[in-house]
């Protein structure tokens, strides 16, 4: 899957030399378009004469979108409803988002894709396979949840899952534990492309030119954590974990960057605990939250529930030692075992915690980590064989 930077640069070059005419149509299926994806959809687009249909904006989303001027990015018509659902974590609620879209029919049969690309197993999909069948087209599934995320789903979301599975011959999951989850249901392992979920990395592979200052000042060594203040994050355990290692008289600061509806609770047991020296900063733009990573100097994903984790690759390309919780889909695929700890055993979260503050755990190895380039061209690698086939 890994391919070099010359043949990623042939395959577009190539894609340029096509009339729009003899390009074929691809549609993706969306509930809302995540920045972090955008490299990928403009490849595609560059080579497909594609479109992407998505849902309403979620509540809990502030993502600021950049998309080229030749992306074609379009809302269906439908609803979404937020909905507290059990996560893979006994006794944690989170919010989740069901989208249901009727209108994403009417804009397939409008725009007659010859390749369908639709994320997850729900009414989206549902509505690709139909229109699949109807056209005789090939649907792909792209998904992302593993055994741990799934575990207690529930019978509504099992049967679905087990009818879409049936129709479905085309897979791709972002990771070794997402295609560990779909084999579990039946699907065949050679009807998967297994990628990776990535980001962009030459956003922080690069040096900042500038300084965040939002570090200076503050006790080292410095423990980052990055993402949504919620319960299913193990931001709670960090903490916790935090103030014990405190308690042995190291001094290092807790910098969390993100906001959510747990901030004030955090900030409240950190204080409950005796622990001084955590400081919260609110969601920044990328080029920030580069500076952040650059200027610490151990990243932490206490996680309880993640699907993949890609603030775990950001954290890599920038060179910093990182120590994941093994409830991220990312953790057993990116990191070295001495890296990975259980968030939930006290023992186990302190004893990664305190190797990263020793400057003990090192950099981790980035060839563990795919470039955007090589998932990209590995996807259409793939679209490409399955149309021959066809």
């Given at each position: ?74 809302e269906a018509w439908g609803w979404v409803f937020p909905l507290t659902t059990k996560t893979g974590v006994d006794g944690v609620r989170d919010t989740h988002y069901v989208h249901i879209n009727p209108g994403l029919f009417w ?69 070794r534990e997402a295609s560990e989850y779909l084999e579990s249901l039946g699907v065949e392992k050679s009807s998967i492309l297994q990628i990776q979920n990535c980001v962009e990395q030459e956003r922080f592979t690069q040096i ?106 950001e954290a890599i390309w920038a060179g910093l030692p990182v120590a994941c919780s093994r409830y991220a889909g990312c953790a057993s695929e990116l990191l070295p075992e001495e890296c990975v700890f259980d968030p939930l055993v ?45």
């Amino acid at each position: 899957m890994r391919l070099t930077t010359a043949v990623f640069m042939n395959a577009r070059t190539k894609s340029h030399m096509m009339s729009t005419k003899q390009k074929k149509r691809l549609a993706i299926l969306v509930n809302v378009v995540a920045p972090y994806r955008l490299p990928i959809y403009e490849f595609l687009n560059s080579i497909y004469d594609m479109k992407v249909f998505c849902g309403k904006r979620e509540g809990n989303r502030s993502w600021v979108l950049t998309p080229s001027a030749g992306m074609n990015i379009q809302e269906a018509w439908g609803w979404v409803f937020p909905l507290t659902t059990k996560t893979g974590v006994d006794g944690v609620r989170d919010t989740h988002y069901v989208h249901i879209n009727p209108g994403l029919f009417w804009k397939l049969l409008r725009f007659k894709p010859d390749i369908i690309i639709s994320n997850e197993m729900g009414f989206r999909s549902a509505i690709a396979l139909l229109y699949g069948d109807i056209a005789r087209k090939p649907v792909w599934v792209w998904w992302g949840g593993t055994l741990h995320s799934e575990r207690y789903a529930s019978v509504l979301t099992r049967f679905v899952r087990r009818r879409i599975v049936r129709r479905t011959k085309h897979w791709i999951s972002y990771g070794r534990e997402a295609s560990e989850y779909l084999e579990s249901l039946g699907v065949e392992k050679s009807s998967i492309l297994q990628i990776q979920n990535c980001v962009e990395q030459e956003r922080f592979t690069q040096i900042p030119k500038n300084h965040s200052g939002l570090l200076d000042g503050l006790q080292r060594p410095i423990m980052l954590c990055v993402g949504q203040l919620l319960k299913r994050k193990g931001v709670s355990q960090l903490i916790e974990s935090c103030a014990r290692l405190a308690a042995e008289d190291r001094e290092f600061s807790l910098v969390l960057v993100g906001n959510g509806p747990e901030k004030d609770a955090l900030a409240k047991l950190a204080s409950e605990k005796g622990f001084r020296n955590l400081h919260m900063i609110p969601n920044q733009d990328q080029e920030q939250i580069n500076q952040i990573y650059h200027e610490a100097d151990v990243f932490v994903f206490p996680t309880l529930e993640d699907i993949w984790g890609l603030v775990v690759n950001e954290a890599i390309w920038a060179g910093l030692p990182v120590a994941c919780s093994r409830y991220a889909g990312c953790a057993s695929e990116l990191l070295p075992e001495e890296c990975v700890f259980d968030p939930l055993v006290p023992e186990n979260i302190d004893m990664v915690l305190r190797s990263g503050l020793e400057g003990s755990l090192g950099v981790t190895d980035r060839s563990s980590v795919l470039k955007w380039q090589a998932v990209a061209e590995a996807i259409r690698l793939s679209l490409e064989r399955d149309d021959a086939i066809l």
